[in-house]
């Protein structure tokens, strides 16, 4: 499931980058709204996280359950539209709160769309 990584194989300068940016993005917040930098430094930290245990897996094995990943997205997308599952925001219901956890099914369908895409333009190229 895991790739078998060699750390000097490991790409730090994109990590870098992302956290870069990533400090400016905070201070830009932090400039205009103090209160909510606390709550963004978090993210960072927790995006950080997910994202170097996102970059160990394995693409082929997402690659494999494609079908299934893209059926799981449109059903969360369907969910947003039920009573009750969808929580409004600003006046529009597109977030789907899971354990005091809330998201925004179409961003992953968003990053499931460009991998049942490539899968498919990989198996029929001509």
Known sequence: MLKQYKIKNYRFQLI?????LSIIGILAIGSAKESVQDKQIMGLIAGLVIMVVVSLIDYSLILKFRRIWYL???????????????????????WIEIGGFQFQPSELCKIMLIVFFAAFFMRVRE
């Open 72 to 94: 799981l997205t449109v059903i969360l997308l369907g969910l947003v539209l039920v009573p009750g599952v969808g929580k409004e925001v600003n006046s529009a219901t597109r």
């Open 16 to 20: 870098a980058y992302v956290v870069i």
